[in-house]
């Protein structure tokens, strides 16, 4: 790698440091105040706390594409205003080899995001929603504010705390229906726990076994109420499914979302949302780079001698003109039938382009 390279690449990856460094900080001050405010008797601010630095990092996840869009714009700024860049290009060197060497610490970004985006946002965003939806609950089986519902077969399902791993469940809530679409029966169990057992044929048996439970019969003039110590639930509803159940599409694994989303669809259910966020995650490498992309154009360009808060300005104002862009293309997929991968990669193409035709007037 020559000198000049590492220099550059260098100098825009301590630039991206910074960014990040300052970004996360401002969010996480946020972040703070906002769950700080929503603790009760049982979610103290010690949970909070925790809640909120075990979210973390889905948070540094969804900031990297603005972190290195920033990174690079302040990193070459510098570069431009100590007239560094202009002696380069007045020695000989090329600026798409200059652009070239810009890129090489966004691979590293690039690489670091899918990796975080997979395996280690989205398992410590799962654990933090259990617990804290377990904690919220004070030991209740039901809390207005937590929980979620799924539909599975003819049955309609709410549950209010999943453990981490997705093997046990709290406050279970079932509405079936029948042929006719009319309420069979109502079923409240204060507990579920997964269990999975080798019989004596060697076939592996799974079921789920609800404890404490009270079912309400609807007859055609008459209902039946009744209670159980415990009962087999038949369903098919796996811990890995569970697990990401009470996490928002948007902080789940790549291939959590892409697990979902079939699902959703083998239900008859609207799939869109999962799989807009699936390729918005899958894609996020591609928006770093475009937003980089950008964002030299302008160092190379319009930018060339203006000051260091000007860019800074400049980096938000794209930074929240591609973020509104890229949400407004969300809708657009249910009222317009636009397929989700071609929605996320329309910010993408429009941004990339953008900075390579500046780039070539250059």
């Not at 302040?74 to 290009?89: D, F, K, N, P, T």
């Not at 499914?241 to 902080?251: E, F, G, I, N």
């Not at 789940?252 to 979302?257: A, D, N, P, R, Y």
């Amino acid at each position: 790698m020559p000198r000049l390279a590492r220099y550059i690449a260098r100098t825009v990856f301590f630039a991206m440091l910074v960014v990040l460094g300052v970004i996360v900080t401002i969010d996480l001050v946020f972040s703070m105040a906002d769950e700080l405010a929503d603790t009760n008797q049982f979610y103290t601010a010690i949970d909070a706390v925790l809640y909120v630095l075990r979210t973390l990092p889905t948070s540094i996840y969804e900031l990297l594409p603005y972190v290195a869009l920033g990174g690079a714009l302040i990193g070459l700024g510098v570069l431009a205003s100590s007239h560094e860049l202009l002696i380069m290009q007045a020695a000989g060197i090329h600026t798409w080899k200059l652009v070239t060497w810009v890129l090489w610490p966004v691979w590293a970004v690039m690489l670091f995001s899918l990796v975080l985006g997979q395996w280690i946002a989205p398992a410590m965003q799962q654990t933090a929603q259990s617990e804290r939806a377990m904690i919220r609950s004070g030991g209740e089986v039901i809390a207005e504010d937590g929980g979620d519902w799924r539909k599975i077969g003819n049955q309609f399902i709410h549950i209010n705390a999943i453990a981490p791993g997705g093997t046990e469940l709290f406050g279970i809530t079932i509405y079936e229906l029948n042929e006719n679409r009319e309420m069979n029966r109502a079923l409240f169990a204060r507990q579920g726990n997964y269990v999975e057992r080798t019989r004596s044929d060697g076939a592996v048996e799974q079921y789920w076994v609800l404890s404490d439970i009270d079912e309400t019969q609807f007859g055609s003039t008459h209902l039946v109420a009744d209670s159980y110590p415990s009962m087999r639930w038949d369903v098919d509803m796996s811990p890995s499914l569970l697990s990401v159940l009470l996490v928002r599409p948007d902080r789940q694994s790549i291939s959590g979302l892409y697990q979902l989303a079939r699902y959703f669809d083998s239900e008859g259910l609207d799939s869109s949302s999962y799989y807009l966020a699936f390729w918005k995650k899958l894609l996020q490498p591609l928006a770093t780079l475009s937003l980089v992309i950008l964002a030299v154009s302008f160092v190379f360009g319009p930018l060339r001698e203006a000051t260091m808060g000007y860019r800074v300005f400049v980096a938000i104002g794209i930074s929240l003109a591609f973020t509104i862009f890229q949400r407004t293309m969300g809708p657009a997929t249910v009222l317009y039938g636009i397929s989700p991968s071609v929605a996320v990669l329309i910010p993408i193409v429009i941004s990339a382009g953008i900075g390579l035709l500046l780039l070539r007037r250059v």
